[in-house]
C-alpha cells in the first residue's frame, strides 16, 4: 500500500481526535490541488499494512481514535487495500 502520512489528532478533518492517513496516488490532477507530490505512488511511499497496522497500533496505545480520515492522493486508487483493510480498521473504531 502506498501511504505518505499518518497524522493523530486530526482536528479539521472530521469530528474528534481523528487519525488522519494520507494515500499516495492520484490522477485527477485538479488544478490547485494541495498535495501534488502525492500524485505518483513512488516507492519510498510503499509499506506493508503489518507495518500499517503497527503504526495504528501504537497510535492506539496512547491515544484515542475517535475516527479515520482517508484522504492523499486518492484514496480509492487503491480499492482492494481500503476493501480489506477497513474491515480491520473498524475493530480499532
Ligand atoms: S489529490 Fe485530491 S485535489 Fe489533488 S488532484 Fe487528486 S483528487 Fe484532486
Not at 492520484?26 to 502525492?38: D, V, Y
Amino acid at each position: 500500500m502506498f501511504v505518505a502520512r499518518i497524522l493523530h489528532p486530526i482536528k479539521v478533518l472530521g469530528p474528534g481526535d481523528r487519525v488522519g492517513i494520507w494515500f499516495v496516488g492520484c490522477k485527477h490532477g485538479c488544478i490547485g490541488c494541495s498535495n501534488p507530490e502525492l500524485w505518483e505512488q513512488l516507492p519510498k511511499y510503499n509499506i506493508d499494512f503489518a507495518t500499517f497496522k503497527i503504526l495504528i497500533e501504537n497510535i492506539k496505545k496512547t491515544k484515542s481514535i475517535d475516527g479515520f480520515t482517508l484522504t492523499g492522493g486518492e484514496p480509492f486508487l487503491q480499492p482492494q487495500v481500503l476493501r480489506e483493510n477497513f474491515a480491520i480498521l473498524k475493530i480499532y473504531i
